[in-house]
């Protein structure tokens, strides 16, 4: 893990080092000594509101599954959650809000991770929808045939993860195959875990989970246009709603620790196309999101200290056993 963890950084280092390469340094500075504090506290706030929201729309996801809705240090959970997908790659944060939720709820943690998945899918319909707006109301960032391209994947991943929910045990019975005990306890293990999917089929819990899903994103969108405000950058609604949808997915799965250089291309990227210039934009870019990554490690270290929780715990889950 941590080998994996040192490349991404140099690939962080060197993506910010090409972008700052063509920057006025004064400008940069000057864009960063006029962001506006009580806008990018009020950004602040609705971010945590965010991950409120997230938590328990997780939280009704696995209930879904025929087991008593985790309540008990959600917030927290998924606060740590939040800061480890910042902090560490390939979404370990989801590993670690699942232990959390085990400890005081007594929830599986293959449940809890595929029912924050099985959600996560919805969130990449709501962002390809979001960047298709974005498209047809402003300048296009690629070309509209792509974006379909992208809503069929999501729409058939969509589809996949429905089936796995409708038939888990069916999908379980393919484990038995294995040799002795180790397919039943396979097959036990995997019908438990799509036990947190079962909220495709639960049209109440369904129902619930997009209406979270929905506001979710509504203050998302607030969100940054308050820490677009806060730097004095006004390119409208479509270059909003286009610039959540691309930071949307590049967070889906971090490639680097934070997204860090990641974050920046996208926003150079989508802001320049709305003729926002790239001092500007490259300094939002680096002073929000610095901001924002701050904001959300530091909550989540001292949740995260609260609960006694070691790194040492989360590499032993991510090593594969010999």
Known sequence: ????????????????????????????VAVLRQAQWPLLLSSLATGYCTIFLKAHRWSTAIAAGGTERPRRKLFAASVIGTA?????????????????????????????????????????LVLTVLLLVGVAFGKRLASVQVLWLVLAGVTTGITLVSFLA???????????????????????????????LAFLHRPRAFALIVAYTTAIWAVELATMWLALAAFRIEPGLAACGLLVAALGLSFTLPMTPG???????????????????YDSALAFGIGYHAFALLAVLVGGLWFFHQEGLSLRQLNDVSTPQT
């Open 1 to 28: 893990m941590w080998k994996r963890f040192a490349v991404s950084v140099l690939a962080a280092l060197s993506v910010i080092t090409l972008l700052l390469s063509r920057v006025d340094a004064e400008q940069l």
């Open 259 to 277: 997204n860090v250089g990641t974050y920046q291309l996208v926003v150079v990227l989508v802001l320049g196309h709305f003729s926002v210039g």
């Open 84 to 124: 480890g997908n910042g902090l560490l790659p390939a979404r370990l944060g989801d590993v670690l809000r699942a232990l959390v939720l085990r400890k005081h709820n007594g929830t599986q943690p293959g449940q809890a991770l595929l029912a924050g998945w099985g959600v996560l899918a919805l969130d990449l």
């Open 166 to 196: 409708r038939h888990p045990r069916t999908v379980a019975g393919l484990a038995n195959a294995l040799p002795g005990a180790l397919g039943s306890r396979a097959a036990s293990q995997i019908e438990q875990a799509l036990n947190g």
